[in-house]
């Protein structure tokens, strides 16, 4: 079974605080994904990583950045956290051979900025 | 400008009985059609999918049917199940901006 891990399930931080949320798959895939998700917005996508070291902008980058250094690891950063940046954060992973339409979640990380 | 939409935010149906949701999307150019379902404190896991080239799709218990000239996409469950009550979300993939845009979710309860 794939698994995709996400560093934590709950965060709470301060306003300004530079954060980290860390995205572990273990199936070697080559594409990885973060997500938002919001009441009312469904799930937005902020940063997708073709391969190692490649990213791309996804619909509300403003605010963050990417990391992806490892083909597993794919991490979020927050440069200095807002309280509009409190939401629910969700990783996805999916191979480009055979079902390339499908994508793995982790379980989330719910971040809350004070 | 949200390319996907789901217009009812929740859904509740009686056990056995059919659960019909719903979404719409805006560009004609997408290729594939995905649900999701999600349970709380999980992430969205693939549930079905359908080609920009077909009209239905099924897989047991659900099935999606593509409606492309209303540019409108529904998934059937028959006959539903109490666990099926989740949260599903619909999604649309482009080939060529290969990238996922994902509908705001539809709460479905299945009654016992």
């Known amino acids: 079974d794939v698994k995709v891990t996400q560093s934590s399930r709950y965060l709470v931080k301060r306003t300004g605080e530079k954060v980290f949320l860390e995205c572990v798959q273990d199936?070697?895939?080559?594409?990885m994904f973060w997500y938002r998700q919001d009441p009312g917005l469904g799930l937005r996508l902020i940063y997708f990583s073709y391969d190692v070291k490649m990213k791309e902008k996804g619909d509300i980058p403003e605010g963050y950045s990417v990391s992806r250094e490892k083909k597993e690891r794919f991490s979020l950063i927050l440069e200095s956290a807002s309280t509009n940046q409190t939401s629910m954060y969700l990783c996805?992973?999916?191979?480009?051979?055979?079902?390339?339409?499908?994508?793995?979640f982790g379980p989330g990380t719910r971040l809350t900025v004070t | 400008d949200q390319q996907v939409k789901q217009n009812s935010p929740s859904l509740s149906v009686q056990e056995g009985r059919i659960s019909i949701l719903n979404c719409d999307y805006t560009n004609s150019m997408f290729d594939y059609f995905l649900w999701y379902k999600k349970y709380p404190a999980e992430g969205p896991t693939f549930l079905i999918s359908i080609s920009s080239i077909k009209d239905k799709n099924e897989d047991g218990r659900f099935t999606v049917f593509l409606n492309k000239s209303a540019k409108h996409l529904s998934l059937h469950i028959v006959p539903s199940q109490p666990g099926d009550s989740a949260v599903y979300f619909c999604a649309v993939y482009s080939n060529t901006g290969n990238q996922f845009y994902f509908g705001t979710g539809t709460s479905l309860t299945v009654i016992p």
């Open positions: 996805a992973s999916r191979v480009i051979a055979g079902n390339p339409y499908e994508q793995y």
């Open positions: 199936m070697d895939h080559e594409n």
